[in-house]
């Protein structure tokens, strides 16, 4: 890949580049949040995943939730998040979001959740109840959902598209040839369906790949046109960092230039948003795509 830098093993333990160098976060709407966060116990991925954003994004009013647990039916090589048997599903976990969200005061909420593969509705009927309880109590508040691929089951998607989020994001994650390595129990071509039956049915949408990984220029090229060829309409390119020792290792530090490259073709493909540098995720600038 062009402008990028190669890790060997040797050079895994050195500094990392300057543009991968988080600012703390800092404001009046950041200490307000973090402080309601700490008193009610609120649980949010910006803090438990220690995101380089949180406080850009707060300072913004956007928030991401986790539902569903804390521990994923799936063992994706580049995923912090704990692998094994979940607990069981508490279905009052819808109303318990809605209201740290309206405490929070969040304009623009971004739902997530790990891979329920151990339940016959894959987590789908409490994704459409944490919707619904969200409008209820915060009906000026939009809502994007990162979902799972619900295995391809077009039953189970329908419930997210019957509660029509005003976007749902499904995560490509890498390039084909990778997909079997970084997300082992995913396959490339059901996530690209499973884009291709949310746009077909109304749907704005959005999907996430991290570079880093060993992918050539060429591969991420030819997956940022799988996805628009499916009608994708926002895409995040952002740097994977190893999470643990255990998880995948960082092969390259991709530059800001190249970054801002693929920034540049993902517009001339006819993405309607393109975020794309190293410390981008998936919901990064959320607040405005679902606008």
Known sequence: MSNTTTITPTQERVKKPKWLRV??????KYTELR??????????????????????????????????????????????????????????????????IKLMQIKHAVITSVDRDDLKDGGSIIWAETVDAIRRANPNTTLETLIPDFQGNEK???????????????????VRRLTREVRIQAKYER???????LKENGMRTKSGIMLGLGETEEEVIETMKDLRNVGLDIITIGQYLQPTKKHLPVKEFITPEQFKKY?????????????????????????????
């Not at 600012?23 to 009046?28: A, D, E, F």
């Not at 996530?191 to 039956?197: A, D, H, P, Q």
């Open 35 to 100: 402080g309601l966060v700490d008193k009610y116990k609120l649980n949010t991925i910006c803090t438990s995943g220690s995101c380089p954003n949180m406080g850009e994004c707060w300072g913004e009013g956007t928030a991401t939730f986790m539902i569903l647990g804390n521990i994923c039916t799936r063992s994706c090589g580049f995923c912090g998040v704990k692998t094994g048997r979940p607990e069981t599903v508490e279905w009052d976990e819808p109303e318990k979001v809605a209201r740290s």
């Open 156 to 174: 189970l998607i329908d419930r997210i598209i019957e509660v029509h989020p005003e976007v749902v994001s499904h995560n490509m994650e890498t």
């Open 263 to 291: 920034e540049e073709i993902g517009l001339e493909l006819g993405f309607m948003y393109v975020e794309s540098g190293a410390l981008v995720r998936s919901s990064y600038k959320a607040h405005k795509h679902a606008s």
């Open 191 to 197: 996530s690209l369906g499973v884009l291709k039956y």
């Open 23 to 28: 600012k703390l976060p800092v404001g009046k």
